[in-house]
């Protein structure tokens, strides 16, 4: 008995000082990354998107992404990694609100300055954006994790709505909504590859 009594030990030993192995790190959520020319029900059809209320404009709702965000400094530029989509998102975005063609320009003076080491930021696309609105509000008020901090609240997309403007998201209320290009809202650009 005594002898059994030691064998079950020595095997539960093994096997509680096993390493354990992991299989492969999860595969990517793979988001659209060019950009198109959308309608209302294309956008209101996204994959990743819970819709709590749809509009003729758009639609209020929420990812359904499980993020796993990381902030990183990176050549002294903040930046927050998503290891869910493997998007690198800028921090904080503009500090001021701009009109889409001003946006663009602000993208590409980022870029100029080697942002975090990168030259390749673009707009987002609506899909981008969207995956990271949150179901419910979080800390400063949006529905965004704070990762990003409380500002800004109104994002551009590289999206278009035909020739009567382009996509934008709303993290005040959890909206999506296409606005016309004389319209104001902030930048959060984003770059895709290998980071």
């Known amino acids: 008995m005594r002898k059994y009594i030691i ?3 020595i095997i539960s ?3 509680i000082s096993m390493p354990v192995i992991h299989s492969a790190e999860e595969p990517l959520i793979a988001l659209r990354s060019s950009y198109s020319d959308l309608s209302v029900s294309q956008v209101q059809s996204m994959p990743n998107i819970s819709i709590r209320e749809k509009n003729d404009w758009g639609f209020y709702g929420h990812s359904t992404i499980i993020h796993r965000y990381g902030l990183e400094l990176i050549n002294g ?7 869910a989509t493997g998007l690198m998102w800028h921090q904080n975005g503009s500090d001021n ?5 001003v946006a663009k320009q602000w993208v590409r003076d980022l870029n100029s300055r080697g942002h975090a080491g990168y030259s390749d930021w673009r707009l987002p696309t609506v899909e981008e954006v969207a ?9 400063g008020g949006l529905y965004i994790d704070p990762i990003f901090g409380n500002k800004p609240e109104w994002i551009w997309t590289g ?19 296409w606005v016309n290009f ?10 895709s590859g290998p980071q």
């Open 97 to 101: 609100s701009m009109k889409l063609n």
């Open 77 to 83: 530029d903040k930046v927050v990694i998503d290891h």
């Open 13 to 15: 030993f093994v096997f």
């Open 182 to 191: 004389a319209s104001e809202f902030y930048v959060r650009p984003v770059r």
């Open 131 to 139: 995956s990271l609105l949150e179901p419910s509000e979080k800390d």
């Open 159 to 177: 999206d278009e709505y035909g020739s009567e403007g382009a996509w934008g998201v709303y993290f005040g209320s959890g909206l999506v909504f």
């Open 7 to 9: 064998q079950i030990l």
